[in-house]
C-alpha cells in the first residue's frame, strides 16, 4: 500500500515560481510513476506531468510544457512540481497521483493561486 500527501502550495505572483513536493510513504518499491493533476475553478480537473520511475522519464500537458518541471528525490521519496512563469491559468488545487502495483492512489489536493 502506497499513500502521497502534497505539500508546498500557496499564492504565487504572476511570472513567479513555487515548488510543490509529493511525499510517498508505505510500500515505495511498488511505485511505477507518479503524476501531478490540476482542478482549476469550476472546471474539470486536468493532467499536468507524469514521472515513470523505471526510466526516470518524464511527461508534461502542453499548458505547463518548458514552464513546469517534475523530478524526484529517492532519498526522500518525494516528487517534486517545480513550476516557473507561473499564469493565472495555473490556479487549481493540484492532486499527487500514485500508479503502483496495487492501484492507484490520490492525495488529498493542495490550493495554488496565482494573483497579483
Known amino acids: 500500500q502506497v499513500q502521497v500527501e502534497e505539500s508546498g502550495g500557496g499564492l504565487g505572483q504572476p511570472g513567479g515560481s513555487l515548488r510543490l513536493a509529493c511525499t510517498a510513504s508505505?510500500?515505495?518499491?511498488?511505485?511505477?510513476?507518479m503524476d501531478w493533476y490540476r482542478r482549476p475553478p469550476r472546471k474539470d480537473h486536468e493532467w499536468v506531468a507524469t514521472f515513470i520511475y523505471s526510466d526516470n522519464t518524464t511527461r508534461y500537458a502542453d499548458s505547463v510544457l518548458g514552464r513546469f518541471t517534475i523530478s524526484r528525490d529517492p532519498a526522500r521519496n518525494v516528487v517534486y512540481l517545480q513550476m516557473n512563469d507561473l499564469k493565472a491559468m495555473d490556479t487549481a488545487v493540484y492532486y499527487c497521483?500514485?500508479?503502483?502495483?496495487?492501484?492507484?492512489?490520490w492525495g488529498s489536493g493542495i490550493q495554488v493561486t496565482v494573483s497579483s
Open positions: 508505505g510500500s515505495i518499491s511498488s511505485i511505477n510513476h
Open positions: 497521483n500514485v500508479g503502483a502495483n496495487g492501484g492507484i492512489r
